[in-house]
Structures are given as C-alpha cells and as structure tokens.
C-alpha cells in the first residue's frame, strides 16, 4: 500500500461536461488498464455520468465524516460525488491501479488518495481515517471474486462506517453481487436494496445499497421468536428470489418476443416473393376487393 501526498489547496474538479478530447483519453486510458489487467478493471470504459450520479445520490452531503470510494478509475462517480456537494476534503479514493492514482491526485487535489487493495480493507486504511466512514461507494469488479470475499470486503465496509453508513455499489448483474450468506464466510445482518436500471449506462447497470440489518437475532428468548426470526429471513429471501426470477422471465420474454417477430417477418417476406405465390396472393387480393367494397 502507498499512501500518496494529501494536497488540500483546491478542490480540482473536471468539468461535467468535459471536452471530448479529455472523454476520448478517458477512455483509451481505461481500455489500456483493461487491456493490461482485465481482472483488476473489471470494464472497458468508465462509468457514464447517469451511473456516477445515480451512485451520488445514495451518500447525503448533509452527513459528517470521511466518504470513501473504492476504485474510482479515471474519476467519473468521484466527480459526481464532488458536484452533490461533497467537499473533495471529505474524499477518500482507494484505488490499486498506480496511473489512475497519479491522475486522480492531479485532477482531485483535494482528496485523500490510498494506493492499495480494497478487498483488504481494514489493512490499508489502518491509520487514514479522521473518524467512522459516512459512506463507502465502491465500483470495485465484484463478481470474479469468491462469495467470501465479497462478505468480507461488506464487513470490514460496515467496521469502518458509523452504524447507519451505507455501501454503494453498481453492478452489470441481475442480482444482488453481494450474497447473503456463504458457505465458510461469518454470517452478516444487512439489508441490500436495489435501484431501477440504469438503461443509460452501457451496459445498462443496477446501483445496490446496503446497510446493517437492525433487527438482530434473539438473544436467546423464546423458541417462538427465533422461528418469527427465521420466517422473516426466509420470506425475505423468497420475495428476493421471486423479484430476481421476475426480471429474469422478463428478459426472457422481450427477446423471445424480438425474435418471433423477426423470424414472423422472415417468413412473410419469403411467401410474398414466393414466385409460385405471388399469382395466388394476387387473386386472392382481386377477390378480396369487390367485398370489401361492399363493406364485408
Ligand atoms: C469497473 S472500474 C470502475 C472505475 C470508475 N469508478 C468508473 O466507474 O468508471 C474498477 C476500478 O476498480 C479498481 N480496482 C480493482 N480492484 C481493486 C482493488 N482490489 N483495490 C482497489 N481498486 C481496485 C480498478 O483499478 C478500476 O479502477
């Protein structure tokens, strides 16, 4: 881990609507990091400005503490953080890819920057924070990691916020990509709630917020309440299980629905320049006439 300069003397912001040119080397810049370590990148090019405000928009600029953000590549949610109103001071950008540290300490000098692992957390903001994280907004690449690392990394998320912080993060997937429970990994309370499709990203993506669970297990009461306790957790799950099946039939639907139209078409253009049709269609266009004349 690399601690890098925290320089304060301005709040160096990119424009929102940033010259083409500065898009373009965004995203040649962001393809090379994907080109080079696709693992590490998780994508081809930077979030869109729908997705990053779409992020923004879960963390109140209104709270107090640090804010911290998981891979933040070439910067596009930590500008949308900054434009919300989030004073870049408050800014805590961890990021393991050394060209995007050194871009984003040159265009956000007034935020914290940790070059190092997130998944690691805890280790490498061991000593960086002022205080208990408002929020933690991650655009980490998930879902080539292990169901036990991903609770892992909400863990150490929620050990570093204070008790009502939420952890944001987006998602190309149909599904939470934080699971609820893992085999071998310590059981975590927590409620994830999603928000609709970002149909203006490309891919279209999903932004998943969590935030500890409330209730807590019954500390040993009745055999009543900790079947209550289990029902709820199961009906939870199940109304997840049916909302994820859903979305699933319903993709299904559209593009089966595409397909038979365009194979329907097919079809009916064949017959129309069947040469052994055409005279066919012809007549039974004549014959059609005079009746619909008549108005049957
Ligand atoms: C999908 S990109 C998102 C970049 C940017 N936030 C955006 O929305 O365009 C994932 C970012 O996470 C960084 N990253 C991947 N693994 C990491 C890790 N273990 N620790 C810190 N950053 C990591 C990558 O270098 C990359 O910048």
Sequence with gaps: MRQLPKRRESAGVVDAKAPLEERIADEARFFKAWFENPGITGAVSPSGRALARTMA????PASNGPIIELGPGTGPVTQALIQRGIAPERLVLVEFDAKFCRLLERRFPGCQ??????YNLARTLDGQLEGPAAAIVSSLPLLNKPDPERLSLLDQAFGLMQFDGCFVQFTYGMVSPI??????????LFNAEPSPPVWLNLPPARVWVYRRAT?????RKSAGDAL????????????EEIRETAERVETQFKAGKAKARQQFELRARRVREDKAIKPALALLRKIGEPKKRRGL
């Design 179 to 188: 699971p609820r429970r893992a085999r071998s990994a310590p059981r975590i």
């Design 215 to 219: 209730e807590k297990l019954p500390a």
């Design 113 to 118: 920057i940790v070059q190092g692992d997130a």
């Design 57 to 60: 928009r879960y963390v109140d």
């Design 228 to 239: 209550i306790f289990k029902l709820r957790e199961r009906r939870d799950k199940v109304r």
